[in-house]
Nanobody, 128 residues
Framework: VQLVESGGGLVQAGGSLRLSCAFS????????IAWFRQAPGPGKEREGL?????????DYQDSVKGRFSISTDNAKNTVYLQMNSLKPEDTAVYFC?????????????????????WGQGTQVTVSS
């Protein structure tokens, strides 16, 4: 499985960005793609943001609910994360990750390490 993120950059507070995660190599019908971020600084762990399953179900964490939106284009094998009303505290490296099965979206927020396949990350910087 391969995942490649793109779309990061520098944006002013209140602005928007759309991240893309192009994925390939899946041979399973049941899988999920989740977005995570890791803020700079010691001790910062990866934070789960949102998850979309191949059955169409979607989950958001409270920290981004109402501001971020996850979607997928199955024809392009790409998952998007639309980020609106960005804040300086959204500054981080953003990753997408994939796992197979029926329940990855139930544990992505608390057990990011269970996701075996990761992209290289894309930097998002929000200036105040």
């Amino acid at each position: 499985v391969q995942l490649v993120e793109s779309g990061g950059g520098l944006v002013q507070a209140g602005g928007s960005l759309r991240l893309s995660c192009a994925f390939s190599g899946f041979t399973f019908d049941d899988y999920a793609i989740a977005w995570f971020r890791q803020a700079p600084g010691p001790g910062k762990e990866r934070e789960g943001l949102s998850c979309i399953h191949s059955d169409g179900s979607i989950d958001y964490q409270d920290s981004v609910k109402g501001r971020f939106s996850i979607s997928t284009d199955n024809a392009k094998n790409t998952v998007y994360l639309q980020m609106n009303s960005l804040k300086p505290e959204d500054t981080a490296v953003y990753f997408c990750a994939a796992d197979v099965g029926i329940d990855p979206c139930t544990y992505y927020s608390s057990h990011y390490y269970r996701f075996p396949s990761w992209g290289q990350g894309t930097q998002v910087t929000v200036s105040s």
